[in-house]
């Protein structure tokens, strides 16, 4: 198993209630969007937040990665709403 630190950002955050938590990833989530699937079978809170009815952004170690990027031990994941310009 990996050891990951994951963190939440924005409405995520807030509607979650804690802002970051260390997940041992099995060893069949290798993506971004495997990631997704495993944290929204957490239950319904989570399913709304990471189905893909919603669009959440996510980066690995600080940069910006799509749903294909590839999760390894040790990394640090951030999910986050998209940001919009005004």
């Given at each position: 198993?990996?050891?990951?630190?994951?963190?939440?950002?924005?409405?995520?955050?807030?509607?979650?209630?804690?802002?970051?938590?260390?997940?041992?990833?099995?060893?069949?989530?290798?993506?971004?969007?495997?990631?997704?699937v495993l944290l929204?079978?957490?239950?319904?809170?989570?399913?709304?937040?990471?189905?893909?009815?919603?669009?959440?952004?996510?980066?690995?170690?600080?940069?910006?990665?799509?749903?294909?990027?590839?999760?390894?031990?040790?990394?640090?994941?951030?999910?986050?709403?998209?940001?919009?310009?005004?």
């Amino acid at each position: 198993m990996s050891l990951i630190k994951v963190f939440y950002f924005a409405r995520l955050k807030e509607s979650l209630n804690y802002s970051t938590e260390e997940i041992e990833l099995p060893s069949d989530i290798e993506t971004i969007a495997e990631l997704k699937v495993l944290l929204a079978q957490r239950g319904e809170t989570w399913a709304n937040l990471f189905s893909d009815k919603q669009t959440v952004r996510a980066a690995i170690n600080h940069t910006l990665v799509d749903n294909d990027a590839r999760i390894k031990s040790g990394d640090e994941v951030a999910f986050f709403p998209p940001v919009t310009g005004g």
